[in-house]
């Protein structure tokens, strides 16, 4: 069964810097699309950035320039790199993995709050 864990969420002033992690186990056969969403209350969840199996990265406009997204396909893992943060990016942030083997799976989502 496949898994994903978060990590590296928690709380920084505007104008830092986080770096998420999301650590992928269990049987996941080919190397997914994987990507970051974040969700406020009351809002739909929305996408942050992806990045597919071949390397191409897609990022929402709202972070682009802020974001970069990585992954290490050795360890299975994702990564998300925020800097000049920024009050609105406070949410819940949950990483997603697919890919035709096992369909979609999303993590547990870490807490960013970014303080003005």
């Known amino acids: 069964q496949v898994q994903l864990v978060e990590s590296g969420g928690g709380l920084v002033q505007a104008g830092g810097s986080l770096r998420l992690s999301c650590v992928a186990s269990?049987?996941?056969?080919?190397?997914?699309?994987m990507a970051w969403y974040r969700q406020t209350p009351g809002k739909q969840r929305e996408l942050v950035a992806a990045?597919?199996?071949?390397?191409?990265?897609n990022y929402a406009d709202s972070v682009k320039g802020r974001c970069t997204i990585s992954r290490d396909n050795a360890k299975n893992t994702v990564y998300l790199q925020m800097s000049s943060l920024k009050p609105e990016d406070t949410a819940v942030y949950y990483c997603?993995?697919?890919?035709?083997?096992?369909?979609?799976?999303w993590g547990q989502g870490t807490q960013v709050t970014v303080s003005s």
């Open positions: 990045v597919t199996s071949g390397g191409t990265t």
């Open positions: 269990g049987s996941i056969f080919s190397l997914p699309f």
């Open positions: 997603k993995l697919w890919n035709a083997q096992i369909g979609t799976r």
